[in-house]
């Protein structure tokens, strides 16, 4: 078989240089990269790095190679266009039909899917002009991974950072595995929670769970690839942000029922995949509880935590808003489930059976998907990327 086609266009910022990265990510994963650089870009990595990494030539002119018509040919065998980093420049080039260089020729012939990923200073991200361009690409049908927030250029910090080269690699082979197909999420905010929630006993010690996290932070990946704008609520994941995220990390499940009703005020769905500590401790000991010879430890009195899944399907934020929970059962799991999805009241509600050595902290999962009108959607036993697709599936046909 043919390996994917996928053109890497690279700006002229400092965070060029992490591309490489990318670079090396996709040619060893089997993709054919050909690397199309602006001018400026060269200035930070050279043409040699470029050349040698991908094992094509690189040209930044239309000029370059005329007999092979490289300003429409490249753009049109290309199963994935991915341009990282983005500068305010190029993006603005772009929304503006502007070819005046190979990549931007290569931007209007394209008619695979389109990744930008941008990395600018806060002030140019935050700039009225640059917010345009971005809404006129995400309107066309281009997926814009939203830039990171860290170490700018200089002493400065902010949001406009690169996210990490490792995380839009998997980004865009979601977006390469779903091929020519229109990013479904475009233009809708989404909320997700992952993890686990933490309860304090002292300083030292809490009650918690197994979550691990992946599953909420496969969801954002997924929902980012279907150009979605994301909210991911992280209790205690000790994950990589997902690239185009915006990460809120949290603790507890009070902290976690704030953020996600904070968030959740103008998004069109929200995800609760977190595992979320039914109760808490009643008091919390400001010291290290001593163990004390002979003695047995006093009981831990528990109080109730908020019923975050609950609150939000009965308080819908805005006319419309999907629900999603998740149920983790250890038996009877679809009774369980279906007695849960009513007491819940959400639109959908994700039922798998979990244990000691199933699903939490794994790489796959299996599950119904049980919904209020009735349907029932079984996900066999894969990666849990696959049951973040069927989830999105089933969101994104409720919101038309």
Not at 79 to 93: I, M, N
Not at 296 to 320: C, H, Q
Not at 357 to 369: I, P
């Amino acid at each position: 078989m043919d390996k994917p086609k996928v053109v890497l266009g690279v700006s002229g910022g400092i965070a060029a240089y992490k591309a490489c990265e990318l670079l090396r990510r996709f040619t060893e994963s089997g993709h054919e990269v050909r690397v199309v650089p602006t001018a400026s870009a060269l200035h930070f990595v050279g043409a040699a790095t470029w050349s040698a990494l991908s094992g094509h030539p690189v040209a930044t002119e239309v000029w370059d190679d005329v007999h092979e018509v490289p300003h429409v040919r490249i753009g049109q065998r290309a199963d994935l266009v991915v341009v990282a980093p983005a500068t305010a420049d190029t993006l603005a080039r772009a929304a503006h039909g502007l070819a005046d260089d190979l990549l931007t020729n290569t931007l209007l012939t394209a008619r695979c899917p389109v990744v930008f990923a941008p990395a600018m200073h806060t002030e140019m991200w935050e700039h009225p002009a640059t917010r345009e361009n971005v809404e006129t690409l995400r309107r066309r049908g281009a997926v814009l991974i939203e830039p990171a927030v860290g170490r700018l250029t200089g002493a400065d910090t902010g949001k406009g950072r690169l996210p990490d080269p490792g995380e839009i690699f998997e980004a865009c082979r979601l977006v390469l595995a779903r091929g020519p197909v229109a990013p479904d999420l475009a233009g809708r905010h989404v909320v997700i929670s992952a993890g686990g929630t933490r309860e304090p006993l002292d300083p030292v010690r809490f009650l918690g769970n197994r979550s691990s996290g992946k599953q909420g932070y496969a969801l954002a990946r997924t929902a980012v690839a279907r150009g979605a704008r994301v909210t991911l609520v992280s209790a205690n994941a000790a994950l990589p942000d997902p690239a185009g995220a915006d990460v809120v990390p949290v603790g507890t499940a009070v902290e976690l029922r704030e953020a996600v009703l904070r968030a959740a005020a103008d998004a069109d769905a929200v995800v609760m995949a977190a595992a979320v500590a039914d109760f808490r401790p009643a008091v919390y000991a400001t010291g290290k509880i001593k163990k004390k010879d002979g003695q047995e430890p006093e009981p831990i009195a528990l109080l109730r935590n908020p019923d975050i899944l609950a609150e939000v399907s009965a308080d819908r934020a805005r006319p419309g808003q999907i629900v999603v929970g998740f149920a983790a059962e250890t038996d009877e799991v679809l009774a369980n489930g279906r007695a849960k999805l009513r007491r819940k009241g959400c639109d959908l509600l994700v039922v798998n059976e979990v244990g000691e050595h199933r699903t939490f902290g794994s790489e796959e999962n299996e599950a119904v998907v049980l919904g209020a009108d009735g349907t029932e959607t079984p996900v066999p036993h894969g990666p849990k990327e696959d049951l973040a697709g069927i989830v999105w599936d089933l969101v994104a046909r409720r919101l038309r």
